[in-house]
């Protein structure tokens, strides 16, 4: 009976030495996006890249499918506050993103993403936005903070002052986007 207890003493201290299934070295890894829903929310300042009339505040909202660990396809939709005469405008977009796991930590993820769509409202126009940034994974569950830079393509009619005809602009900005994913 007591070589028994030394023997699983024993095969217990081999296990532990084995970094992969210890449970004094274990790493706790966070999960990846399996296939599935998914959905970010968050907020996007963005500056004028010609004209400082042309900044603008955005929420936004996307879902869609999470195909791999590293694709997301999904559609969204943004209600922008343009700080030119109290403009408002809507856009709904198509989204894809890129994870770029592994290539920091597996907690920290670049990313590249490109929402194409149109804007409605004071500001017609088509858009295009594509995004550079990194996902922070909170806990071991797939939710994180998302931070990008961007760059917004987008063109706005708006009225000459001295003539009243409707002249078409660039619209683009630079723009900063904070959110949370799940």
Not at 104 to 119: D, K, M
Not at 149 to 161: P, R
Request: glycine share 8%; proline share 3%.
């Amino acid at each position: 009976a007591a070589d028994v207890g030394v023997l699983a003493q024993s095969v217990d201290t081999a296990e532990n030495t084995d970094s992969s299934t210890s449970a004094e070295t274990r790493v706790v890894r966070p999960k990846f996006h399996k296939p599935g829903f998914r959905c970010f929310i968050g907020n996007k300042y963005e500056l004028g890249a010609e004209l400082w009339d042309f900044s603008r505040s955005t929420i936004y909202a996307v879902a869609g499918y999470q195909a791999n660990p590293y694709l997301f396809v999904g559609a969204g939709a943004g209600y922008s506050s343009w700080d030119i005469q109290d403009c408002v405008s809507v856009s709904l977009f198509a989204d894809m993103r890129v994870e770029l796991h592994k290539a920091i930590r597996r907690r920290v993820s670049p990313y590249v993403e490109l929402q194409v769509g149109y804007a409605v409202g004071d500001v017609k126009s088509s858009y295009l936005s594509p995004q550079l940034g990194c996902h922070f994974n909170v806990g071991r569950r797939p939710i994180g903070i998302s931070v990008a830079l961007s760059y917004s393509v987008q063109y706005a009619d708006i009225s000459n002052v001295l003539t009243h005809e409707m002249e078409r602009v660039t619209a683009d900005a630079y723009g900063l986007a904070i959110g949370l994913d799940f």
